[in-house]
């Protein structure tokens, strides 16, 4: 299946996102949206750590090759990007990452070429913040912390594209979006609200994370209020459930490879709509509930 194989040659030719990393990290730093000064900090040639880097206003900061003995914390008020510089290799390592969402604001933050040892940390705030998660590697997965949200009401939206996670993601998320990643030592489990999920062209190699109506399934969406699901072009292996929807309004699940997995594909109907609308372009190993 053709979307399945280029998610999983992505993983297996590293040099691939060699060449895409400098083209990012150009665009960032181009286009992302720019506060007044438009300033740039420059890690460790302007600022000796990536926090103190970050604390000193700048719209865009760019890190050097190297090991950072840090958990660093990216708030606003201005929109930020923390990315890699373009010449790094290997890519930059911080010791963990928390966005923290302003509570007064909802500027977008945007995190590109960053190899992250310790967990991920996403802290909404009462404003929908989108944030981006865009070539990275992360070694323990992406959360919300030991705490959970701050406010069980507050959610932001996220997107993760050309992304290497090993661990667990579990996210109560607003919009969602996946796109050619690999998640690997772990799985996706989300508590969506009222917007939708897009999940395509990943590789879920399994064990699978835990979930509430699943077990352990590689990829698990719940919706806590209305909203919808897109999961197409995936690869899904080696896990007790392949991929779960729980109480989606509506679903398109097609062009997905689901193998070595006890049940293939299980949908918990949350209203008519609820369905596989291309199930015949699924290819299930194991058992559809």
Not at 48 to 76: C, F, K, M, N, W
Not at 178 to 203: P, Q
Not at 231 to 248: F, K, R, W
Request: net charge positive; glycine share 12%; with cysteine.
């Amino acid at each position: 299946m053709r979307l399945g194989r280029t998610a999983r040659s992505r993983v297996s030719c590293p040099g691939t996102q060699g060449l895409i990393l400098p083209f990012l990290v150009a665009l960032a730093v181009h286009v992302a949206p720019r506060s007044c000064a438009g300033t740039t900090a420059i890690v460790p040639d302007d600022y000796p750590t990536v926090q103190l880097g970050i604390d000193s206003g700048a719209d865009s900061i760019v890190v050097r090759a190297g090991t950072y003995p840090e958990r660093v914390t990216l708030i606003p008020p201005v929109p930020r990007v923390l990315l890699a510089d373009p010449a790094a290799a290997p890519r930059p390592t911080l010791q963990g990452l928390t966005l923290h969402t302003d509570r007064s604001n909802d500027k977008r933050m945007t995190v590109i070429g960053i190899h992250v040892l310790g967990g991920v940390q996403v802290l909404p705030g009462p404003y929908g913040t989108l944030k981006v998660f865009e070539a990275c590697s992360f070694d323990s997965g992406i959360g919300h912390g030991p705490h959970g949200p701050p406010d069980t009401n507050d959610v932001d939206s996220i997107l993760v594209r050309n992304c290497t996670i090993r661990g667990d993601v579990q996210l109560r998320v607003g919009q969602f979006t996946m796109e050619s990643d690999t998640v690997a030592a772990g799985g996706v489990s989300l508590h969506t609200v009222n917007y939708a999920c897009s999940v395509r062209n990943c590789w879920f190699r399994g064990p699978g994370t835990s979930s509430l109506y699943f077990g352990r399934a590689a990829l698990s969406v719940e919706e806590m209020a209305p909203g919808s699901a897109s999961i197409a072009g995936n690869v899904v292996e080696n896990c007790q459930v392949g991929m779960g929807l729980a109480y989606v309004s509506s679903a398109l699940i097609e062009d997905n490879v689901v193998r070595n997995c006890q049940i293939g594909i299980s949908v918990r109907s949350g209203g008519p709509s609820s369905a596989l609308n291309k199930p015949s372009l699924s290819q299930v190993h194991g058992r559809r509930s």
